[in-house]
T-cell receptor, first 116, second 114 residues
Framework: GENVEQHPSTLSVQEGDSAVIKCTYS??????FPWYKQELGKGPQLIID?????GEKKDQRIAVTLNKTAKHFSLHITETQPEDSAVYFC???????????????FGQGTILTVHP | DTEVTQTPKHLVMGMTNKKSLKCEQH?????MYWYKQKAKKPPELMFV???????INESVPSRFSPECPNSSLLNLHLHALQPEDSALYLC?????????????FGPGTRLTVL
């Protein structure tokens, strides 16, 4: 089955700095890669995603890059703000079928703290 | 509207109780999911419903019983739970279970088993 590794497990930055979280995946059949932000006491919120036919996607201060050859993808947050503080999860999915049909495989999460 | 709602927000139950968690979405999604999340861990998939039929059961103990009464509702019936079942239970939905469609999560039910 798919295995997703996420690093770092904790990340502390100053307000205004950039933050980068990296994930690697094992199953070359995976072709959909979402990122979720989870604040304390809330459910995961989808913040950006990328499909395997795209190398990079940007939405305001957030960007995601994908390297299919190396099987890794990264989340980039620029001009961080205290409200960006949360746990971030990457995930991978094989959307074409197989025994894992419908299943998202998550990384272990990164606790991001943005200091004012 | 990309909202998935869950009730109750918090639930405390004894090991002999029977309770149910409820989830609702009105996005026209035909796939719905139950996840279990322990503190500081990622969500773990429990069940997937596709077109109101159970398509994936991740070897979940029978004390958890899912039900999908219609395309908008998903229930999780709980019976004879153990203290280690205490966790955040998340519901999610997506357009379909296959494909690379976005999966949206509800706020969760915080379950404590005494």
């Amino acid at each position: 089955g798919e295995n997703v590794e996420q690093h770092p497990s904790t990340l502390s930055v100053q307000e205004g700095d950039s933050a980068v979280i990296k994930c690697t995946y094992s199953d070359s059949a995976s072709n959909y890669f979402p990122w979720y932000k989870q604040e304390l006491g809330k459910g995961p919120q989808l913040i950006i995603d990328i499909r395997s036919n795209v190398g990079e996607k940007k939405d305001q201060r957030i960007a995601v890059t994908l390297n299919k050859t190396a099987k890794h993808f990264s989340l980039h947050i620029t001009e961080t703000q205290p409200e960006d503080s949360a746990v971030y999860f990457c995930a991978a999915k094989d959307s074409l079928g197989g025994t894992s049909y419908g299943k998202l495989t998550f990384g272990q999460g990164t606790i991001l703290t943005v200091h004012p | 509207d990309t909202e998935v709602t869950q009730t109750p927000k918090h639930l405390v139950m004894g090991m002999t109780n029977k309770k149910s968690l409820k989830c609702e979405q009105h996005m026209g999604h035909r796939a719905m999911y139950w996840y279990k999340q322990k503190a500081k861990k990622p969500p773990e998939l429990m069940f997937v419903y596709s077109y109101e039929k159970l398509s994936i059961n991740e070897s979940v103990p029978s004390r958890f019983s899912p039900e999908c009464p219609n395309s908008s509702l998903l229930n999780l019936h709980l019976h004879a739970l153990q203290p280690e079942d205490s966790a955040l239970y998340l519901c999610a939905s997506s357009q379909t279970s296959g494909g690379s469609g976005e999966q949206f999560f509800g706020p969760g039910t915080r379950l404590t088993v005494l």
